[in-house]
């Protein structure tokens, strides 16, 4: 797509503008604050039905229907309209957009579904560079360049992506581990009931077959909830206000092994010990400092983002780079991670005494419950209620706590008073329940463990199910990355060598070697340079900020291209140039103008020199260029269209209206010949102001001309190239004949002239003025290529005069 | 090339169709990837490939897909 014609009306800081690109490269040239921008937003607005600049963060309360339209027009009488030509259709299309239905395209119905494409990849915004993108390229740092580039690029949702999938992994891992401590609670309760220390299915099918050979059932060689009572029958008849005493007995006397002096001693001495070092850590900041470190080093270490990136901040790291430097860290606090083994040891310890406790109340509980002791139940509920507040501080990072003393932890495990409540309920359960026979144990020992199995039996299917999930997170997170690198480094590669190529053409002076590496890695983008063959290093470490300016626009330039081809051949380049210095900036002109056929550059700047060398450099046609100036709220820019100065001058003529015309010279001179002064490297009498008479310049252009003409006739002598000679002579003569007549006709462009003189001219008197300065613009022009002729300087001394296409070259060195 | 028809809309060749964005490509290939992956079942990929197709991931709408 390419634009031919633009219209604005009442829409940001303009008013009412209509620019006619005609498919061509356009330069809007501006100070700032001068409306520039707001014809980007307007045809951003018209392909997208947004403002990219309206959108993203820091632009809460920023609406487009109240901020889009003028500040004295509502939304219904803003409107962006434009002609534009699309790929494959010969005739033209129109499109415009409101500011009142935003999302509606206004075209032909029978264009619609052409345009949708380009409409399509327009709001992917490749086609868009602006300065802030620039700049916040070229002021990155090494951590977040990559990023940078990315956004340069336009591909930031592929990282956001990736960030999002990491979460996905990490959110059912947390599940996995949630599940795998439930099924570590079910367990430590199995083996309480059984008398084991340590889950063993053997030993639990023991105790199965043990109490089923008991009821005359045959032994099961699988341990199953389902198959525990499979084949035998229950040998009393079951009462609801039963209770076995004899498995109260024992769970009263399990709890009274854990009362026991011994293991009183035992968890008194753990507990301590875990204050003991607690208190040592605290006491002493660089030990605080240390196990800090070390806790967030091993959790950085198992939360690490397998592709390299930091699982705190996101920054990249190259592949496992990070998991190296964690791993040294972790072994340089090696001193902190003994004194926290043991505190980790320690307190598994407690944990473990803590669920032993309350998976005995739990099934005491449930006796007192069945007997009707309800304030005896009520008393042992608070009791397992405040060890489960015990057991989340313990899990926690905050024990000790002070609602926890050594004292309180002694009694929280062992209660002083709590045996006569035991007692109680022994005793009612004694007079409730009759004594249980051998069978009928053996039956209830079967009843208990089954509730216990069938939990146990769903909490590993539970932590099997979130296992295979956290995996297959694991896999969908693994499948994007190796897939996001694989993509992005193919396009890399793709425009890697379009990229050195540009930037070599932009540095043939001194890196026409430079080379580069561009390589997707971690949450970002390995992007290297060479540095004059000396070393390859990140851009910011060597190159200059105009060299890294230069490497962005470049790396921009060379992905749009690809991005956007056979689609969008406009280019909308919003501020980009600083600090590329002049010579450079002519390279970045030659770059668009001989580079990029076929495209359309839409350019903005506020800077004089850039927007002089687009046109000297013929990247823009002088009627492809305006000047925005003098912005008021309720008018907006002024707008000085800078066409073809001739036409201009003739519809003066054609008026009459003679002082106009000869004012429009004068101005149009000054411009032109300043331009041609800085491309011939002519010597003009310094101005400290910056102003020029037109005289000065003139001079000084004249003489640059006649001088490097001189010196080229004497090369093709030395030569003895006579076709050359030949040529140059013709060009002398011309040159010398417009000369005189200039000599006898530059008064007429005189700024001291007064006004009222004019009155005696006719456009007939003045044609002949226009006639020999038409002539003299021709002398330093290309016909061809339109550019302005400049000298080559390689070396102490010019080498050559040239026009960009080659078509005016003479030589200047002697044989 | 583009084509006029008899009803007066242009019929659209498959080259003149936008190109897919970078992300585009980068679920293509995941997509293929894990379709070829025993761990995980057609049904799963084809609920996230509805999914990306229509906007930006949500983390809790993969993570119950993942669930299931």
Redesign the interface.
């Given at each position: 797509m390419k634009l031919l014609e633009l219209e604005i009306l009442n829409f940001r800081g303009i008013r009412n503008l209509t620019i006619d690109p005609q498919g061509k490269n356009f330069l809007i040239y501006g100070p700032n604050g001068s409306g520039k921008s707001a014809v980007v937003d307007a045809l951003d607005f018209l392909l997208t039905g947004q403002i990219s600049r309206m959108t993203g963060k820091g632009t809460k309360d920023i609406k487009l229907k109240e901020h889009g339209p003028h500040i004295d027009y509502s939304p219904k009488d803003s409107c962006i309209s434009a002609k534009v030509q699309i790929h494959g259709i010969e005739e033209p299309i129109r499109i415009k957009r409101t500011l009142e239905s935003p999302k509606k395209l206004i075209c032909d119905d029978s264009i619609r579904e052409i345009i949708k494409p380009v409409l399509e990849l327009a709001s992917r915004g490749q086609h868009v560079l602006t300065r802030r993108e620039i700049l916040n390229y070229v002021t990155a740092d090494s951590s977040t360049r990559g990023k940078q580039i990315q956004t340069l690029l336009k591909i930031t949702d592929v990282e956001i992506t990736r960030s999002k999938l990491l979460k996905v992994k990490n959110t059912l891992k947390s599940i996995y581990e949630s599940t795998n401590s439930s099924l570590n609670t079910i367990s430590t309760s199995i083996n309480v009931n059984i008398g084991i220390n340590n889950f063993n299915e053997e030993k639990i099918l023991d105790f199965i077959n043990s109490n089923r050979r008991i009821l005359d059932g045959n032994p099961l060689k699988e341990l199953s909830s389902d198959l525990l009572k499979e084949g035998i029958e229950p040998r009393s008849i079951s009462s609801e206000n039963r209770v076995n005493t004899q498995l109260l007995k024992n769970d009263l006397d399990k709890l009274q092994s854990i009362n026991s002096e011994d293991n009183k001693a035992n968890i008194r001495e753990i507990d301590l010990e875990l204050r003991e070092l607690n208190a040592k850590i605290s006491s002493d900041h660089r030990l605080v400092d240390a196990h800090e470190h070390l806790k967030l080093t091993r959790l950085g270490l198992n939360l690490l983002d397998p592709d390299g990136g930091c699982p705190l901040c996101d920054t990249p790291w190259k592949t496992d780079e990070l998991h190296e430097h964690l791993k040294n860290k972790i072994e340089l606090l090696s001193d902190a991670a003994k004194d926290l083994d043991k505190m980790i040891s320690l307190s598994d310890d407690l944990i473990l005494e803590v669920n032993n406790v309350t998976a005995i109340l739990n099934e005491i509980i449930k006796s007192a419950d069945i007997i009707g002791l309800n304030e005896e139940s009520e008393v042992l509920k608070v009791w397992l209620n405040n060890l489960k507040i015990f057991l989340s501080v313990l899990e926690g990072e905050n024990y000790p706590d002070p609602k926890f003393s050594v004292h309180m932890v002694e009694v929280l495990l062992s209660p002083l008073n709590y045996p006569y409540i035991l007692n109680n309920i022994y005793s009612n359960a004694i007079e409730s329940s009759p004594e249980p026979s051998k069978e009928q144990t053996a039956w209830d020992n079967l009843t208990r463990l089954e509730e216990n199995l069938k939990t146990y039996e769903m909490s590993v299917k539970e932590c099997s199910k979130s296992f295979k999930s956290y995996k297959k997170g694991e896999i969908l997170y693994n499948t994007f990355v190796e897939s996001k690198n694989s993509i992005l480094n193919n396009l890399y590669l793709e425009i890697k060598d379009r990229f050195v190529e540009l930037y070599r053409q932009l540095h043939l002076d001194d890196e026409m070697n430079f080379d580069a590496e561009i390589v997707s890695e971690g949450a970002g983008v390995n992007f290297k340079v060479d540095f004059h063959g000396r070393c390859v290093n990140p851009p910011n470490a060597l190159h200059s900020e105009g060299h890294q300016d230069s490497m962005g626009i470049c790396l921009y330039l060379a992905l749009a291209e690809r991005l956007t081809q056979g689609f969008i051949d406009l280019i909308i380049l919003d501020d980009v140039m600083m600090s590329v210095d002049a010579p450079h900036r002519r390279e970045i002109c030659n770059l668009l103008a001989n580079f990029f056929k076929g495209r359309q550059f839409f350019i903005t700047t506020h800077d004089q020199t850039w927007a002089r060398q687009l046109q000297t450099e013929g990247v823009i046609q002088s009627k492809n260029r305006i000047e925005f100036s003098n912005w008021t709220i309720e008018n907006g820019p002024s707008v000085n269209i800078l066409g073809d100065i001739w036409e201009v001058i003739e519809d003066d003529l054609a008026r009459n209206d003679i002082p106009s015309a000869a004012a429009k010279l004068r101005r149009g001179s000054e411009e032109y010949f300043s331009q041609v002064c800085s491309s011939l490297h002519a010597p003009v009498r310094f101005s400290f102001s910056g102003q020029y008479e037109l005289g000065d310049l003139l001079g000084g252009a004249m003489s640059e001309y006649k001088s490097q003409l001189k010196h080229a006739k004497a090369a093709a002598q030395s030569w003895g190239n006579y076709e050359e000679l030949e040529k140059l002579k013709k060009i002398e003569d011309f040159s010398k004949d417009v000369f005189t007549r200039l000599n006898m006709e530059r008064w007429a462009v005189n700024p001291a002239l007064h006004y009222n003189q004019w009155a005696d001219f006719t456009s007939q008197d003045f044609k002949p003025v226009v006639e020999t300065f038409r002539d003299l613009f021709s002398i330093f022009q290309c016909s061809k290529c339109g550019t302005l002729i400049h000298l080559v300087i390689n070396g102490p001394q010019p080498e050559a005069v040239k026009c960009n296409c080659g078509n005016i070259n003479w030589n200047l060195k002697d044989k | 090339?583009?084509f006029?028809n008899i009803m007066?809309?242009?019929i659209?060749e498959e080259?003149?169709?936008?190109?897919k964005?970078?992300?585009e490509?980068?679920?293509d290939?995941?997509l293929t990837?894990?379709k070829e992956?025993h761990?995980?079942k057609l049904e799963?990929v084809e609920k996230?490939e509805s999914i990306v197709k229509e906007s930006?991931?949500?983390?809790e709408e993969?993570?119950d897909i993942?669930?299931d």
């Open positions: - | 090339m583009l006029l007066g809309g242009y659209i080259s003149l169709k936008v190109p964005t970078v992300l490509d980068v679920w290939e995941t990837r894990l992956n761990d995980f799963a996230i930006m991931i949500i983390p993969i993570i993942l669930k």
